[in-house]
């Protein structure tokens, strides 16, 4: 009954770090999210993945970057940390099966970049 | 584009008593919409979706939500309040073809005893 796993839960960088942050799901579902949550902002998309080699740029894509080699895992990247990325982060994902099928969210990764 | 207006970011009710968490949509086509609900430090977690259906939807744990073209609306009720229901809860519409999510700023509900 895993769903949807982040790992890191936690994790301090310090500005100009890069870091990886990993995303796996075990339902077989094509669609996977990446969102960033700030205080009273609701949930932003950075980037999203229809399929295993396919991604697209969401809301606000700047400064990450997305891979998605298999169906399980699609990690975000963040190359060079700044501290406007500190944020917690989302993993979702969504059946292919017809449109509008409700997201299943991580736990989330709280990130801090100092 | 879609978007989507909570009209409270803050909304508390005793224990017992009702709860109305108020959302405004705006949308170019008939939308699909969402509630989730967020507990602490955890992700979001479905209530329930509107997908041109029947307009009042039931969700889990007693939430139920009406869909209201006419005012472009789609509040969260809920006839009595536990404190387990003390989260913030997101309003949620869907892009076009339903696999991009636009999500309100959401409401944090606090439940007094």
């Known amino acids: 009954n895993a769903g949807v796993t982040q790992t890191p839960k936690f994790r301090i960088l310090k500005i100009g770090q890069s870091m990886t942050l990993q995303c796996t799901q075990d339902m077989n579902h094509n669609y996977m999210y990446w969102y960033r949550q700030d205080p009273g902002m609701g949930l932003k998309l950075i980037y999203y993945s229809v399929g295993a080699g396919i991604t697209d740029k969401g809301e606000v894509p700047n400064g990450y970057n997305v891979s998605r080699s298999t169906t399980e895992d699609f990690p975000l990247r963040l190359e060079l940390a700044a501290p406007s990325q500190t944020s917690v982060y989302f993993c979702?994902?969504?059946?292919?099966?017809?449109?509008?099928?409700?997201?299943?969210f991580g736990d989330g990764t709280r990130l801090s970049i100092l | 584009a879609q978007s989507v207006t909570q009209l409270d970011s803050h909304v508390s009710v005793s224990e017992g008593t009702p709860v109305l968490l108020r959302c405004n949509y705006s949308?170019?086509?008939?939308?699909?919409l969402f509630w989730y609900v967020q507990h602490p430090n955890k992700g979001l977690q479905l209530l329930l979706k509107y997908t041109s259906a029947a307009t009042l939807v039931k969700g889990i744990n007693g939430f139920e939500a009406e869909f209201k073209k006419s005012e472009t609306s789609f509040h969260l009720t809920k006839p009595s309040a536990h404190m387990s229901d003390a989260a913030e809860y997101f309003c949620v519409v869907s892009d076009l073809y339903g696999n991009k999510l636009v999500f309100g700023a959401g409401t944090i509900l606090r439940v007094k005893s």
């Open positions: 979702a994902t969504s059946t292919l099966e017809g449109s509008n099928q409700p997201q299943h």
């Open positions: 949308s170019s086509y008939s939308p699909s």
